[in-house]
């Protein structure tokens, strides 16, 4: 064959490319053995909408999220009328490519409807009444995915951030009995899951004492609680290494495993701390929008560097970490582009706006490969 003189670099180019794609590994494939690495997919992933998408979940992931799919107004919007259709598929996705399958969540302050909390509209409810709500509701969902969700995140977020719990809805008219009490039914309703306490700047030592105390107490009641999930709404400046090692030792203490949940690094300027309290609301600003374009190549090296940092410590800290899941596929997926400043380009996880690996994900694999 005669090859034209520009058909030879070209040539040699997806060679290279070839080559590198075989001996290329996936995070999956890196983690294996360690732990699983998972991420939070929408709406559009759940229907495999985007084939280049749903290829990424799939090879490089081995267990999913669902990102908002399970939450308690999208399954049950009205009082005894639930919407699995979406759930469904999400499970079936799920059980298709044989993925390690989490369910988020059962009791949250958010995303429940206003009718869970009242007897007629604006009435509120009688604890008793809104125990039977939330016995319903577990048995139902958890029940009806026995044995295809692997693990449960039942409790999401029920600390303030001085460790203190959480005055909602739940607690108010249930007391601070209600988390032991959502444990022991999702116990019941599928013995073999993982069941998970979950929640955000577990890091801080105030709030880390806060959910210690909840694992002291589930564990003091008899009732199962296999994992902490330390959500990981990362920062480049915070939570320091020495903080999250010693977060997750501190629930390794405790004889229980530690799941990284929710992990995304913001690169963004904050005017509200570390908090990733979804309530946070804040005007939008250019100085807080700084890179609307394109991420500094500064900046991009210093997020390789946080995820290669934070990697290595969970990669450590094998024995009790069991999972890390990114909040989100791509920069374009990710919640941070409109929370809490709406219309924000934000570069937080392992892959592009264009789905394409960042050089975080190399660093990543790395560290895992040592
Ligand atoms: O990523 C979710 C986003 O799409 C929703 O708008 C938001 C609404 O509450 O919830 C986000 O997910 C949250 C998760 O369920 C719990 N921890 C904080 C996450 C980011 O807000």
Request: charged share 25%; hydrophobic share 40%.
């Amino acid at each position: 064959m005669h090859l034209q003189k520009t058909t030879l670099p070209l040539l040699l180019l997806c060679l290279s490319c070839a080559a590198w794609a075989q001996t290329g590994i996936t995070l999956r494939q890196a983690a294996q053995g360690k732990f699983h690495v998972g991420v939070a997919i929408n709406t559009s992933q759940i229907e495999a909408a985007d084939a280049k998408e749903d290829r990424i979940i799939t090879q490089q992931f081995d267990s999913i999220s669902p990102e908002n799919a399970l939450k308690w107004e999208r399954l049950h919007a009205k009082p005894g009328v639930y919407d699995f259709a979406l759930a469904d598929r999400y499970v079936d996705y799920g059980t298709k490519h044989h993925l390690y399958t989490v369910g988020h969540t059962l009791v949250w302050h958010s995303q429940v409807p206003d009718w869970v909390f009242e007897s007629t509209p604006g009435k509120p409810i009688t604890r008793a009444a809104l125990l039977e709500r939330l016995h319903d509701h577990i048995f139902a969902v958890v029940g009806r995915y026995k044995g295809r969700i692997q693990a449960w995140d039942v409790v999401n977020e029920a600390l303030n951030d001085d460790g203190s719990l959480r005055d909602s809805k739940w607690r108010q008219i249930l007391g601070d009995d209600y988390i032991v009490q959502a444990f022991r039914w999702a116990q019941e309703a599928d013995p073999q899951a993982e069941l998970g306490y979950n929640d955000y700047s577990l890091e801080n030592p105030k709030k880390l004492a806060g959910a210690i105390a909840i694992v002291k107490k589930l564990q003091t009641a008899g009732v199962k609680i296999s994992y902490v999930g330390i959500q990981g709404h990362d920062h480049l400046d915070w939570p320091s290494n020495s903080d999250e090692t010693q977060t997750i030792e501190a629930f390794a203490r405790l004889g229980v495993k530690v799941a990284i949940t929710e992990l995304d690094i913001d690169v963004l300027p904050s005017a509200w701390g570390h908090s990733a309290d979804v309530s946070l609301k804040h005007t939008a600003d250019a100085k807080l929008n700084p890179y609307p374009k394109a991420l500094p190549e500064d900046v991009s090296r210093q997020l390789t560097q946080r995820y290669a940092d934070l990697f290595r410590i969970y990669a450590e800290h094998r024995q009790s970490v069991e999972r890390v899941t990114l909040w989100g596929l791509s920069d374009r997926d990710s919640w941070l582009n409109n929370w809490p400043v709406v219309g924000r380009t934000s570069y937080p996880l392992l892959f592009d706006r264009k789905g394409d690996p960042k050089p975080a994900l190399l660093a990543v694999e790395d560290v895992l490969q040592k």
